[in-house]
């Protein structure tokens, strides 16, 4: 339902939302957010849908869907009105999972090496002994005792 409520400027949308501006062109220039063209003076238009564009943006963003597979539903949404979209964003989802949980295992790789370093360099993290890994910098030589 759109509603007969004034015209909003990219200024205005971006305050009501809290997305920047910049967003909202970027958004604007890939064809995610519903328009109403230029006014007079050259300033792009939204009225209330745009708010459900942003919306659906948000909510497949925080899913872990990148702005061009994003791009590549509402393309398919908008192109193909008769179309499922499920089947394809069930595709785009299992890429996001792959990729989150690709990520997920090199957080926990990092975690295991931190947990070696941590434990491997307990006393020099400790302040108790000069770091081995600065142990062999050549600009950083122990102090020479006094002959």
């Known amino acids: 339902m759109i509603s007969t409520n004034k015209p909003m400027t ?3 949308l971006a305050r009501r939302t809290g997305v920047s501006i910049r967003a909202l062109r970027e958004y604007d220039g890939l064809s995610l957010i519903y328009g109403l063209g230029r006014s007079g003076s050259n300033y792009r238009l939204f009225d209330e849908s745009a708010l459900w564009c942003l919306q659906m ?4 963003r925080s899913l872990g869907l990148t702005l061009k597979e994003i791009q590549e539903i509402s393309a398919i949404y908008v192109e193909r009105r008769g179309e499922p979209i499920g089947p394809h964003l069930r595709e785009k989802l299992d890429r996001a999972l792959y990729r989150t949980d690709a990520r997920i295992a090199e957080l926990q790789e990092i975690r295991r ?4 370093f941590r434990a491997a360099h307990a006393t020099a993290l400790a302040g108790r002994a000069l770091p ?3 142990a062999m910098d050549p600009r950083r030589q122990p102090p020479r005792a006094a002959s």
């Not at 943006?57 to 497949?60: A, E, P």
């Not at 090496?113 to 070696?116: A, P, Q, S, T, V």
């Open 10 to 12: 990219i200024g205005q």
């Open 57 to 60: 943006i948000g909510s497949l």
């Open 113 to 116: 090496r931190l947990r070696g």
């Open 132 to 134: 081995e890994l600065y």
